[in-house]
């Protein structure tokens, strides 16, 4: 039942990144759908086979978190709205579990990040059918997602946090099971993905891009020479061929704003909003105005588009102390990694945090899916080195004694005298 529990979570993963694409009615979308089936399974396995892995300060730290988030629905202005972002949080917390208890090995954590990549494969292709369809979901810079409910900015940013994952995946050494046909299939997300953010127009996501593309730059190292000039081929070859098609996008022109808008603009309306999000924290600065009350108190009637003030002014001091905590779990288990794989989930982390900065992400699976698989990352590294056999400490041989007997004196002569 375990082995269907993952199959079922590999599907969740692969369907989060387009999740907007198919809706069921009553349900939602098809991410939430399959996110139910798999809890629900996923708790069956547990009461039938009486194994449930032991938890760690994270898990402790994210169900204090989503508990403050219920505790806040006493003093929001809407409660069933609270309410129901409550039972958002409370599946999130279950999906952590889920990709905890399931997620115990190496090959199962690089299955779920291949997944994540296939899935925004499906993302990039839905918005680049919508593209030649002529279907933009802004009219203004013809900006492209693969649904109408899924934003551009969502979809940029689903896009960037898989560059890292693709180089990560593609770089991994040959005995970990990736084979060499989705090495190439991760080689060629790179210059797909840089096709997605464009369709995207979204400036975020392509700020978030760089240190996705440092890091991949820095995994070339691993490579063997030729490999190295192979890929590097492949991917300039990809983007000179796409560049032509991708420079006639008015979307893609979006992204030459990039400079004049964080200089000079207001961040498409974000200032005014945080402006307003700060003046309420000022009001409620320990207890927040409740969850998802961040539109009540907003003359503009949205969300922060920034997952750290969005918890500060919702949840108050006490909330944003304890979503740190989580995140700052997260940044010691990531930097307690092996070097190459500190890097990796420390990329991730960053990718995340630019990506957070304009978006309202905190409550989103996807932050809550590299998050859960990180903690598995660092427990497996943590698992391999206790396994590790410890050498006993050599002792130091006998040395023979340099002192002379008294027999072995000169006549005359005391042991002091010869040692002086």
Do not use: C
């Not at 991708?246 to 309306?269: C, K, P, V, W």
């Not at 590299?370 to 990352?377: D, H, K, V």
């Amino acid at each position: 039942m375990r082995a269907i529990a993952f199959v079922l979570s590999l599907a969740l993963i692969f369907v989060i990144p387009w999740e907007g694409m198919i809706r069921i009615p009553g349900l939602g979308t098809a991410a939430k759908a399959l996110g139910l089936v798999v809890g629900v399974f996923w708790l069956a396995t547990i009461l039938i086979t009486g194994r449930f892995r032991r938890l760690g300060p994270f898990h402790v730290a994210v169900a204090l978190f989503v508990l403050w988030n219920a505790v806040s629905i006493f003093w929001s202005a809407d409660v069933a709205q609270s309410v129901a972002r409550v039972v958002t949080w409370v599946q999130l917390f279950v999906l952590v579990l889920v990709l905890w208890d399931l997620y115990t090995t190496r090959a199962a954590l690089l299955a779920g990040l291949q997944a994540y990549v296939l899935g925004a494969y499906v993302a990039i292709a839905s918005a680049l059918a919508n593209y030649f369809a002529g279907n933009p979901y802004y009219s203004t810079y013809q900006r492209f997602s693969p649904a109408e409910t899924t934003n551009p900015d969502g979809f940029g940013f689903i896009v960037a946090l898989g560059i890292p994952l693709a180089w990560y995946l593609a770089s991994s050494k040959t005995t970990t099971g990736i084979s060499q046909s989705l090495r190439l299939v991760n080689f060629a997300y790179i210059p797909v993905a840089f096709m997605g953010i464009a369709l995207s127009g979204t400036r975020t996501a392509l700020i978030a891009a760089i240190p996705a593309t440092v890091f991949g730059l820095a995994s070339l190292t691993r490579l063997r020479p030729w490999a190295r000039i192979a890929i590097l081929l492949l991917v300039a070859s990809a983007i000179l061929i796409l560049l032509p098609e991708i420079r006639l996008m008015r979307s893609f022109q979006r992204l030459g704003t990039t400079y004049a808008e964080l200089t000079e603009g207001d961040l498409n309306n974000r200032l005014n909003n945080w402006r307003e999000g700060v003046a309420t924290f000022t009001e409620h600065p320990l207890l927040g105005v409740g969850s998802s009350m961040y539109r009540s108190v907003n003359s503009l009637g949205k969300v922060a588009h920034n997952s750290f003030l969005s918890v500060l002014v919702e949840l108050g001091l006490i909330g944003f102390i304890l979503f740190g905590v989580v995140l700052t779990i997260a940044f010691i288990q990531a930097r307690s990694q092996p070097n190459w794989d500190s890097r990796f989930w420390l990329t991730i982390l960053m990718v995340w945090a630019i990506g957070s900065s304009t978006l309202s992400w905190e409550y989103r699976k996807t932050t809550w899916v590299f998050l859960g698989l990180l903690i598995a990352s660092a427990a497996l590294n943590v698992r391999r080195e206790e396994a590790m056999p410890r050498l006993r400490p050599i002792e130091p041989e006998t040395q023979p004694s340099m002192q002379m007997s008294p027999e072995s004196l000169p006549p005359g002569e005391t042991r002091k005298s010869y040692a002086a």
